[in-house]
């Protein structure tokens, strides 16, 4: 039965296996807004109400992605496409069926299902008209301010092209199963649809969305991107790369320029789109010296807090990891105050790769060719210091293909084209930024100042850069501008900044074999200009 005549397509859930017989005694929530969504969480037992209004979830024993736990069903076509391996796992179209069917039966018997239809992308062409059904109210609100949202007219003819299924009281028993542990995470592609057993974590339901993009996209010439994105007053764009600890939402928030997104994206002939309609912001150590727009919107009316440990009084405590270090909020976007009305832009200008190099080594910032873009993007170098993760005592180099390796569905190299082709039709720039260590590696050198990093961010998005000499750096054939008005000439050289330039030189020869390793897996595919693109020591 229906709880409300809320609108709603004439699509129902016999698409997806739910018949009407089955879930006659289910009480259906179809699109319901955020303050009803915030009734049936709190009612439920699923979340609290904090102090300033926002609402609190834990998430139990998952308060991240299960990425091992997560696979593609193994069928035509689309299994002569993916590129196979540690993260595009695979399993049998019978594995996947008898899950399904374990996830109907399960919902069939839940008190409620949570309906929630929704678009993935503000480009009307390109857009993913989707479903998630769930047996949580929190799934349905975290979709609302994630996704873009429907028009009443647009939901009455919604026709979803995916659908995802959550269960996660549904715990899977590998030993009847099959399954590797109680969490599945399975998606196939041909049936559109992906099901979710045993976990909770709301990142489940956007990523997967986000790789299914992945993999839809190329197929049309449009680059789906795991960066985000800004715009200045007079409509240049900037994309920007970068893996967790490099500053990328930082760098991208900028006050004097409009925030088109910032997590994912597509590049299409007209320019940049984002693919959300909301914000999913870590929350550790958040402030509002630090962080003044993302901690606001944590005293907002609609604002979903993950595993945020609360005080006596249910204000939030964003420096407590007694949950996780992993804690995140979610909300619309427009709780930004610079945000995009559309979440549009013109085609980028410039292309900023951002890299934390413990190391020492990469300058700060340097001019990318295409050739040296594609290899750059395929790597997705950054370095993790001690302190980062348990069992780090120096630093270690991570390379995440294409900056989002977990979602990439696609061999690396049909990213890398198209960005090629991109940058090839669109002119644009492409810098690489270097936010770690200056003077030596971790340890022995220091931290690169913020100040100087926005201001050669700045000058290369204003221009400041196109008509300064440049040298080229001996490892790695990077261009160094050998001027950045605002910032002192002597740290754009990584080697001028060591006490001793030999043991840079030996250092840099250490990273450079590092990023020849990790190419290996990449080079049977990789093009010769792709190659090309390499350190030169």
């Keep these: 039965m229906y709880a409300k005549p809320h609108v709603h397509s004439e699509i129902g859930l016999e698409e997806v296996g739910l018949k009407s017989a089955d879930v006659k005694n289910v009480q259906i929530h179809w699109n319901l807004n955020p303050a009803e969504l915030y009734e049936q969480a709190i009612r439920n037992g699923e979340a609290e109400l904090t102090k300033d209004g926002a609402i609190r979830v834990l998430t139990g024993q998952y308060t991240g992605r299960s990425p091992k736990d997560k696979f593609f069903v193994e069928q035509s076509p689309s299994k002569e496409k993916i590129w196979w391996g540690a993260i595009n796992q695979a399993c049998s179209p019978e594995l996947f069926s008898h899950m399904h069917g374990k996830v109907l039966e399960h919902l069939s018997h839940a008190r409620n299902l949570y309906v929630h ?3 993935c992308g503000t480009d009307e062409r390109y857009r993913l008209p989707i479903r998630v059904i769930s047996e949580v109210a929190y799934h349905a609100l975290f979709s609302w301010n994630m996704f873009v949202r429907a028009t009443k007219e647009e ?3 919604h026709k979803p092209q995916f659908t995802v299924l959550a269960a996660p009281s549904l715990i899977a028993r590998p030993d009847v199963d099959g399954t590797r542990t109680g969490t599945y995470i399975g998606v196939n592609i041909e049936e559109r649809l992906i099901v979710i057993v045993g976990s909770m974590y709301s990142g489940e339901v956007k990523k997967g969305i986000f790789s299914i993009m992945n993999y839809l996209l190329p197929e049309r010439g449009v680059f789906p991107m795991h960066c985000s994105a800004n715009m200045g007053q ?40 984002n693919f959300e309609g909301g914000s999913y912001a870590k929350t550790i150590n958040l402030s509002p010296e630090q962080e003044p727009l993302i901690y606001a919107t944590t005293k907002m009316f609609g604002t979903v807090l993950e595993n945020v440990p609360l005080e006596e009084d249910r204000s939030p405590d964003f420096a407590d990891t007694t949950y996780t270090e992993n804690t995140r909020c979610a909300y619309p976007l427009n709780y930004i105050p610079n945000a995009s009305e559309d979440g549009k832009g013109g085609v980028p200008k410039n292309v900023v790769f951002l890299t934390a190099d413990a190391f020492g080594v990469l300058p700060p910032i340097s001019k990318l060719s295409p050739e040296q873009a594609m290899y750059h993007f395929i790597s997705g170098y950054t370095a993790k210091v001690a302190g980062t993760e348990r069992g780090i005592t120096e630093p270690q180099a991570t ?34 930024v270097n936010t770690g260590w200056t003077g030596g590696p971790y340890g022995t050198g220091s931290r690169m100042k913020l100040s100087y990093t926005r201001r050669m961010v700045n000058a290369a ?38 006490s001793e330039g030999s043991a840079y030189d030996a250092k840099a020869l250490e990273l450079a074999g590092m990023f020849r390793k990790n190419f290996e897996k990449f080079a049977d595919q990789a093009s010769e200009d792709i190659l090309a693109g390499g350190p030169k020591a």
């Design 117 to 119: 239809d929704a678009f």
């Design 234 to 273: 007079d409509g240049s764009t900037a994309v920007f790369f970068g893996l967790s600890g490099t500053g990328k939402t930082t760098l991208s928030a900028d006050p004097e320029r409009i925030l088109i997104g910032d997590d994912e994206h597509g590049w299409s002939d007209e320019g940049v789109f």
């Design 461 to 498: 998005l204003n221009g400041e850069l196109d008509d300064v000499d440049y040298t080229e750096e001996q490892f790695f054939g990077l261009m160094i501008p050998n001027s950045v008005p605002g910032v002192p000439s002597e740290i754009l050289n990584p080697r001028a900044t060591w």
């Design 399 to 432: 390379f995440s293909t294409c900056f989002g390796g977990p979602f990439m569905p696609l061999h690396p190299t049909v990213y890398a084209e198209l960005l090629a082709q991109k940058i090839k039709e669109s002119g644009a720039s492409v810098w690489l």
């Design 155 to 157: 939901l009455v003819n």
